[in-house]
């Protein structure tokens, strides 16, 4: 009997090839043998874990809000924006004094006349030996849209005029740079100060900051108190039930900006000063989450946000 071919009752010993589908099928097998060879390799490999927060990372996290994707900018526009950005003490104090009087005034025409008096103290303090205000918070503005990532923007806003809407001055994402600073330069000083108007107007400018997962940072860059008869504090804490979740930093030029500080505390924000151009340039870009971890610890008292 040969090895292969016909034998006893003419069987065939010859074996038979593989038809396609035992072989798919044998393919299949080996690939489920090798998956869970595969899966029993990784179950017993060392678990990978996030590194923890560097301590210097995790100070600069304390320091600022985290970025948003979009930022708000509200800047003071008012008269009193020219004077020098670093005043002679005695006339800081004198106009600390006509604001004190001017908020114990009981007639109209005597706060206008105390008003008169704080304007003349202003143009005496505006010398040409020594940067404005509003030069030094454009310069510090500036650098501000360089720091934002992807297609976050900013919006930025000026106010002064009793009864006036905010002034728009445009929106800008990165690469808008030459477009923002010409912004900057174009905005143009007017009369009186109406904070709380203004800060009543805020949440019509955007359609953040109401819930956990779109927050908004709002900068209020203000050098002096409101003189259009509003209540900032008031409005402040109406801008925290309209926008729970917006980051609102009050940023104040000048010792007399100090007033300014129940604003930051009415709507949960951060109250901060700057008594220098260097200073002030830290502060802003604290304000929209850009500092690293040497900037913080350099600011030293950068307070968080109180809850």
């Known amino acids: ?43 017993r490999s060392p678990e990978c874990r996030a590194p923890e927060p560097h301590p210097a990372n995790q100070a600069a996290l304390q320091c600022q809000p985290p970025p948003t994707q979009e930022t708000l900018v509200l800047m003071d526009a008012s008269y009193s924006m020219a004077a020098d950005f670093d005043l002679p003490p005695a006339l800081v ?124 940072n709002i900068i209020i860059l203000a050098d002096g108190e409101d003189n259009c008869s509003g209540d ?10 309209s926008l729970p979740h917006a980051n609102v930093s009050v940023v104040a030029i000048g010792n007399l900006a100090t007033a300014t500080s129940c604003v930051a505390k009415r709507a949960n924000g951060r109250f901060l000063t700057a008594e220098s151009a260097r200073q002030l340039d830290l502060r802003l870009r604290q304000t929209a989450g850009q500092l690293d971890a040497a900037e913080c610890a350099a600011l030293g008292n950068s307070a968080p946000r109180p809850k």
Not at 15 to 36: H, T
Not at 232 to 241: E, H, N, S, V, Y
Request: a positive charge.
């Open 1 to 43: 009997m040969r090895a292969c071919g016909t034998g006893i009752d003419f069987l065939d010993f010859c074996p038979r090839p593989k038809s396609e589908f035992s072989i798919l099928n044998e393919r299949n097998r080996a690939l489920v043998s090798e998956r869970a060879l595969r899966v029993e390799e990784l179950r």
């Open 93 to 216: 104090a004198a106009m600390d004094r006509n604001y004190t009087a001017m908020r114990a005034a009981h007639t109209v025409q005597e706060r206008e006349r105390l008003g008169e008096e704080i304007d003349r103290i202003y143009n005496q303090a505006d010398t040409p030996r020594r940067p404005d205000r509003i030069d030094v918070a454009r310069d510090a503005l500036r650098p501000l849209l360089a720091g934002i990532q992807g297609t976050a923007r900013i919006k930025l806003m000026t106010f002064a005029t009793c009864g006036a809407p905010l002034q728009q001055e445009g929106a800008f994402a990165a690469g808008d740079q030459a477009n923002y600073d010409r912004a900057l330069d174009r905005i143009s000083l007017r009369a009186k100060t109406a904070l709380a108007e203004a800060i009543d107007q805020l949440p019509q400018q955007t359609t953040a900051g109401r819930s956990p997962d779109r927050p908004v």
């Open 232 to 241: 900032p504090c008031a409005a402040a804490a109406r801008l925290r039930q």
